[in-house]
């Protein structure tokens, strides 16, 4: 609504310049007034040139292109190198602790575990007995990241 407000006031200005610049329109004559004449003449002119000046810069903004909001989603062949969060587990071994993805929680979760690199494969001991599962820090050299979901 403020735009057609702004364009009738634009409009409104035209007409005012066009008027002007009609009525001092007059035949030649000496003196002050050919400087009066001159100058409101000019004036039209400035107006004028501000008017159509204020209408190309409608257009630009009108035809300015609107990108979303929302980030696109990951392709799914970029999808197979990020590992479910839930599975990252922190193990006590005898040197302190690993991080590993667990075995079964990645069967339930990751549906390319058979396309994970073998040699991260591990087979940790602890308190709790043997664990399978693959190491964290292998799998990232390897180009896996962690899911931040």
């Known amino acids: 609504m403020t735009l057609r407000v702004h364009r009738q006031f634009i409009g409104l200005v035209a007409a005012v310049a ?4 009609g009525f001092t329109a007059a035949p030649a004559r000496a ?5 009066g004449a001159a100058i409101a003449a000019l004036l039209g002119l400035a107006i004028v040139g501000a008017v159509i000046h204020d209408k ?11 990108r979303p909001v929302h980030p696109k989603p990951i392709p799914k062949r970029v999808n197979r190198k990020l ?7 922190s193990v006590p ?3 302190g602790y690993r991080q590993i993805f667990g075995q079964r929680c990645l069967n339930n979760h990751y549906r390319h575990v058979n396309s994970l690199p073998h040699a991260c ?3 940790v001991y602890t308190n709790r007995g043997w664990r399978r599962g693959f190491s964290a820090r292998c799998l990232n050299r390897h180009g896996y990241q962690l899911a931040r979901r």
């Open 18 to 21: 066009i008027a002007i610049t």
């Open 31 to 35: 003196g002050d007034d050919e400087v």
């Open 56 to 66: 190309k810069k409608d257009k630009k903004k009108r035809h300015s292109v609107h």
């Open 83 to 89: 590992l479910p969060q839930q599975c990252l587990r």
């Open 93 to 95: 071994t005898d040197r």
């Open 121 to 123: 494969h591990r087979d």
